[in-house]
């Protein structure tokens, strides 16, 4: 088992990926990757 550096769960070794020099597990990776929010959708408001 290994441990993600960003949120500290114990996941298997294979299942971590490295994001700027960090390993983590895939939640962060998904959190890391994805923005918040998607600004483009704002110019339709205007
Ligand atoms: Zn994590």
Redesign the pocket.
Known sequence: MAK?E????EVPEEELTEIEGLK??E??EIKGVKPPERKTDLSKWN
């Not at 960003?6 to 769960?9: D, L």
């Open positions: 993600c960003k949120c500290g769960v983590v597990c939640d962060c």
